[in-house]
C-alpha cells in the first residue's frame, strides 16, 4: 500500500478531503523521522514501536577486492509490531 493509498483509505472513511489527510500523513512522518534522528524511539499503543537499533562494529570483506573492511558501528530504524498487530497479520 502507498501513501498515496492510504491518504485515499483514510479519506473515504473518515470523510475529509484528500489535502487535509496528505498534510496529517506527511506530518506524522515528519515527527516520526526528526524524533528518531534526535535518538528518541516512538510508541504507538496497540500499533507497535519506531526504534532504533544500534549495530556493533564488524569486519566486512570486499570480496572483488578482496580486503578486509571496518564498518563502524551505526544505528538503523525499525519497527516492532505489538502483539496484538502481530496476531492480526498471522
Not at 506527511?26 to 507497535?48: C, I, P, T
Not at 526504534?51 to 571496518?70: G, H
Request: aromatic share 6%; charged share 25%.
Amino acid at each position: 500500500m502507498t501513501k498515496a493509498e492510504i491518504v485515499n483509505e483514510i479519506s473515504r472513511a473518515t470523510g475529509l478531503e484528500k489535502a487535509v489527510v496528505l498534510s496529517t500523513v506527511e506530518g506524522f512522518m515528519d515527527v516520526v523521522k526528526e524524533s528518531m534522528a534526535n535518538g528518541h524511539n516512538v510508541y504507538l499503543r496497540g500499533f507497535g514501536s519506531f526504534i532504533i537499533k544500534t549495530r556493533k562494529e564488524k569486519t566486512a570483506r570486499n570480496i572483488t577486492q578482496n580486503t578486509s573492511i571496518k564498518v563502524p558501528e551505526h544505528n538503523i530504524p525499525a519497527f516492532k509490531p505489538c502483539k496484538s498487530f502481530l496476531e492480526e497479520v498471522k
